[in-house]
C-alpha cells in the first residue's frame, strides 16, 4: 500500500509518515500544492492523504483536477477546524472522506483502513458496532444481546454498511444517495429518507444500543447510546 501526504506543515507531514511507516505503507510526502498536484496526477498512489490549504494548488483544486482527469485514488481530506465548507466542497470535489484538524493519528489509521476496505476489497465479513452485527455475506443483522437477526433488503444492507463502516461520523444525503444510487440524477435525497426510516424500525425491533441521527444541515450519524434502550 503506497499512501501521497500531500501536506506543507513539515512536523505533521513528517510525524505521519513515520506512524504510517511503523504500520508498513510505503510513504512519500509533498510539501506544496504544485509538487502534490503532479505526484496526484501520476495515479501512482493507493491512498492520497490530501491537506486542504496549500501553497500553489490548495486541495480541492488538485481533487477536483484529479478526479476531472479521471483519477480515481481515494483521497482522505484533512480540513481546519470546523470548516463545513471545505469539508463539503472537499466531498464535492471528489474526496473520499474527511478529517478535522487536529485529529488522533489512531483514528486516521481506522479511516484509512476503512478507506482501503471499501476500495480494495479487503473487506471484512462482519462489522460490528454496539450491540449490532452485519454480517456481509448473508446481510444479517445480528443483536449480540440476545441474538435475534434479521435480514435487510439490498438497498438498506447498503447504507446500513456505510454507516456501520463509519461509526459517529456524520455522512451526507450526498454522500449516502452517491454511494447508493450512483450519479442516477432521477433519484431524490428523500429516497436516502426513506430507508433511513425503515433501518431505524429495525434498529428498533433488534433492541440495537446504536441510533441514526440526523445531524442538521448535513445528514446522519450512527452513534452508540450510552445506556441501552
Ligand atoms: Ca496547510
Redesign the pocket.
Known sequence: MKILIV???FALADALRDRLMQEKYEVDIANDGTTGYDMCMTGAYDIIIM????PGKDGIEIIYEMRKAGVTTPVLMLTARSDLMDKLKGLDAGADDYMTKPFEVEELLARLRALIRRNYGKEENVLTVGNLKLDRKNASLVNTGDNQTISLAGKEFKILEYFMDNPGQALTREQISERIWGHDDNVEYNNVEVYVSFIRRKLKFLKANVKIRAVRGVGYRLDVEETAS
Request: proline share 0%.
Open positions: 501536506e506543507d506543515e491537506d486542504g490549504m496549500l
